[in-house]
T-cell receptor, first 110, second 119 residues
Framework: RKEVEQDPGPFNVPEGATVAFNCTYS??????FFWYRQDCRKEPKLLMS???SGNEDGRFTAQLNRASQYISLLIRDSKLSDSATYLC???????????FGTGTKLQVIP | EAQVTQNPRYLITVTGKKLTVTCSQN?????MSWYRQDPGLGLRQIYY???????DKGDVPEGYKVSRKEKRNFPLILESPSPNQTSLYFC??????????????????FGPGTRLTVL
């Protein structure tokens, strides 16, 4: 079983739709969780960290469920510019041991 | 401007010819990492460094070497490249959270990537 698993998609959604991605992780020692965004084989960029209590940044909401070992990302009112691959990232240990999911591709269509 | 730079951006080489990909950051970050990205496999950590002269293996270190002689530089060395090392490589850096504990806000900043082809 992969340490971090994501549905690869693609998710094709119309503009204005709400879309949700899940990511599961297998190591219960995982401590920090993030969502990164990657455009067309460019470098990944941090979208948001995921806090235990859940957190929101504009149209984006991240949730963490430690009991079930998954994190989620909700995008409301999708824009064309949201089209990208969304990477789930999990950190554990004290020394930057980082595992990326393979990413979920989102295509927002007019 | 805060940034991570990598060179070269594109490289085509032949099996067995030693090469070095440079990575440099200007943010005074302690942590630096190298990743490779392959279709269907995502980003996999090759090596990481917690500070000068401190490095450790990631998930896929075979065939690679690194060094951290200066805080700002973290070169990736392929002593004898093989075709299975054809990939997109990213360098990243981040700061250490206070007290050495992980911080939810310690963002990794990535370089623009190096596309390597080994024939």
């Amino acid at each position: 079983r992969k340490e971090v698993e994501q549905d690869p998609g693609p998710f094709n959604v119309p503009e204005g739709a709400t879309v949700a991605f899940n990511c599961t992780y297998s190591n219960s020692a995982s401590q920090s969780f993030f969502w990164y965004r990657q455009d067309c084989r460019k470098e990944p960029k941090l979208l948001m960290s995921v806090y235990s209590s859940g957190n929101e940044d504009g149209r984006f909401t991240a949730q963490l469920n430690r009991a079930s070992q998954y994190i989620s990302l909700l995008i409301r009112d999708s824009k064309l510019s949201d089209s990208a691959t969304y990477l789930c990232v999990v950190k554990r240990g004290g020394y930057q041991k980082v595992t990326f999911g393979t990413g979920t591709k989102l295509q927002v269509i007019p | 401007e805060a940034q991570v730079t990598q060179n070269p951006r594109y490289l085509i080489t032949v099996t067995g010819k030693k090469l070095t990909v440079t990575c440099s950051q200007n943010m005074n970050h302690e942590y630096m990492s190298w990743y490779r990205q392959d279709p269907g496999l995502g980003l996999r950590q090759i090596y990481y460094s917690m500070n000068v002269e401190v490095t450790d293996k990631g998930d896929v270190p075979e065939g690679y070497k690194v060094s951290r002689k200066e805080k700002r530089n973290f070169p990736l060395i392929l002593e004898s490249p093989s075709p299975n090392q054809t990939s997109l490589y990213f360098c990243a850096s981040s700061s250490r959270a206070s007290g050495g504990a992980l911080s939810l806000t310690d963002t990794q900043y990535f370089g623009p990537g190096t596309r390597l082809t080994v024939l």
